[in-house]
């Protein structure tokens, strides 16, 4: 880890080292926009390990061959002029919100039509922003305004489509390789980060499990992006397979998340344009308060049906991980 910082801070400041800067994590985390405000800092005070070289941070996602993001012509937003309309059912990015509720938020009238506040998020006081207990406890996707929205940047329905607003530290753990912290206190409901990595097509990704030396743990760092996959679906994009995102060679500072049964946080599908839904991002959100220095966590099988679920089936442990968590909860196996 010296080595790697002191070639950093005593040398990458020289004319001429443009190539060896390319594959600093120093530099590639230096050169995010929100490094001043929100940085990302990597730390170990365990041992002599460094972070993989092979692996790149990058702070948007990457289109893979064969994946395309809806042209232009066919990008499609909300018209309210006002951005405070963008909490209710009338905003036409919100259309497709499974609203069952009766709750708190209530009901308002726009002009004659009656209108339903199906807003995600907290919009009020010291939780302004914060994904409501209601959609935390829940597994539905978000749906938010975006760049063809006649709303403003401002638009209080954006939270994910302005990123991180956390610094994060990529840190040396005891006994699971790298994991993330947060130097500040985080507050149950508030945005994280995204997911990020290749997006690639499901044939690339299946390509990549044949070959990946780690065999089945590959799909730790695959995540497919199928939340609304319908084999019915007039959109041929969502009839599937689905597109999946790999963050193991490219991704943001999450790809060093790791895994517990007790997990702080939780992913959730974040739709922008709707036409773009094939492409949703993948949302972390904190589940409780988070206190500054605490490890952050999901559940890497979060979803996923107890009958599928391997690490409750004892005949299969005998192949699989121990989970190192250490959670009361813990379920003994990752995979
Ligand atoms: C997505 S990576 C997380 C970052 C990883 N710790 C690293 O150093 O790159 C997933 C890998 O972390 C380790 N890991 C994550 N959660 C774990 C847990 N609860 N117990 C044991 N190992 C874990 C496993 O080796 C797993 O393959």
Redesign the pocket.
Known sequence: MEAATKQHFFHHGEPGLEAEKQHCHFCQIRSFATRSRFPVTIVNTEDDAVLDPHFRFVDSSILGKGVEPTKGEFLTGCECVDAEDCQYSTCTCLQDVDDDSTDDEGVSTYGETPRRKVYAYHSHGTKVGHLRSKILASRNPIYECHESCACGSDCPNRVVERGRKIPLQIFR?E?????VRSTVDIKKGQFVDRYMGEIITAQEANRRRAKSH?AQ?KD??LFALDKFSDPESYDERLRGPPLEVD?EFMSGPT??????CEPNMRIFARVGDHADKHLHDLALFAIRDIPRGEELTFD?VDGIDDSENDALDPEKHKDM?????GSPSCRGY?W
């Open positions: 753990t006994n699971r390789g790298w994991g780690i743990r730790v760092y963050g790809r060093f998340v790791n895994h517990s890497y991980s121990r989970c190192l968590c990752l």
